[in-house]
Every structure is written in C-alpha cells, then in structure tokens.
C-alpha cells in the first residue's frame, strides 16, 4: 500500500530545502532602487537572472547531488486568485504555480546566470523567479527564488501584448466615420428614387 501512496504522489515542495540565492533584474533595475515590485514588457524587455548555492552552505558538501538547476517563471498569489490552472499545490508533480520554463543549467557551486527575453506567448500576470535543483534522475533536491515564503517581495509584474496601438484607433474612427457616412448617403439616395 506504501508504494501505491508513494507512486501517486511526487516530491513535496514543503520538504525542499531552500539552498540558493536566486535575483531576478530587469534591464538594470535592481531591487534596491525603489519599490519591490517591477514591470517588464513580453517580446521588449530582458530578465538577468543569477543564481548561486547559499555562501553559508558552501563547503559542507549539502549539494554532492546536485546536478541540474531548472529555472522556472511562477505565478505569484495576487496571479492566482480564481485560476485554479494556477493553482498552488505541495506535490510539485500537480503543482500548476511555475508552469513557464526558462532555462535548465549544469549545477555549478559558484552559480551561473541566464539572460532571458521575456517570450510574446507569456500571460500578463505578477511572477516570481524560482530554481529548482535537481539530480540525476530529474528529482528536485531543493530550490531558490527572489521572493519570501509569503511570495509578497521581489515580485515581477509582466505586462502583455494587449494588441492595441493608437494608429488601430486612429483606423477604426476613420472607418467607422466613413461607413455611418457612406449608409445616410445611400439613404438619401434611395428616398429621392422612391420620390
């Protein structure tokens, strides 16, 4: 029965430890310049994001397994009120909160970091960055992000293509003017024929 329990459950993200120092920049803002929330612009605007094991856990040998850090964009609370597609979940194999892949990278002590430009198809939403290590067989060991536990600081707001600009604005009053324009014409024109 045991394994049956343990098959339909995967790794509790409640059971991670949290082991690296995950920032997330915006085009050089940082963190400490003003407000804790930025806005990024999808298909515009770059991501520099670092990630490196704690200095305060380097040297005790707490990641010998570490072979791979994912890193994932997540959906922060205030983005997942009434979107259960979101929804937070502690077994991270039905967990929907980083559903937005960035990037997977070979686990080095030191760190490394990606510059990533935010895709077109990512949902306008307010996120987080998080890192999830992993060994060998893909299994998360522990994780990093650039927010607290209550997912309120640090937070990246992402405005979407909302597809509107204002020569489309500019167009559809000219047509429209145009059409209400061209229908009393041909309406003038039918009443004098039926005269």
């Not at 935010?118 to 306008?124: A, S």
């Not at 489309?168 to 039918?190: N, P, R």
Request: glycine fraction near 8%; charge should be neutral.
């Amino acid at each position: 029965m045991a394994l049956v329990v343990a098959a339909e459950t995967g790794v509790l993200f409640s059971s991670l430890e949290e082991t690296l120092v995950v920032t997330a920049d915006i085009q050089g803002q940082n963190w400490t310049d003003g407000p804790r929330i930025r806005t990024a612009r999808v298909g515009e605007d770059h991501m520099l994001i670092k990630w490196a094991l704690n200095s305060t856990l380097t040297g005790l040998g707490i990641d010998k397994n570490y072979m791979t850090v994912n890193i994932r964009l997540c959906f922060a609370p205030i983005s997942q009120v009434e979107r259960g597609w979101r929804k937070t979940v502690d077994d991270l194999h039905k967990d929907k909160t980083c559903t937005i892949a960035i990037t997977s990278q070979k686990y080095t002590t030191e760190g490394n970091f990606t510059d990533w430009r935010i895709r077109k198809n990512v949902p306008g939403a307010t996120y987080f960055v998080r890192a999830y290590v992993t060994d060998t067989d893909g299994t998360q060991l522990a994780y990093g992000q650039t927010t607290d536990s209550l997912k309120t600081s640090n937070l990246i707001v992402i405005e979407s293509i909302t597809g509107r600009h204002l020569s489309m604005d500019v167009a559809s009053i000219i047509f429209s003017t145009a059409s209400v324009g061209a229908l009393i014409g041909f309406l003038i024109v039918e009443f004098r024929r039926l005269k």
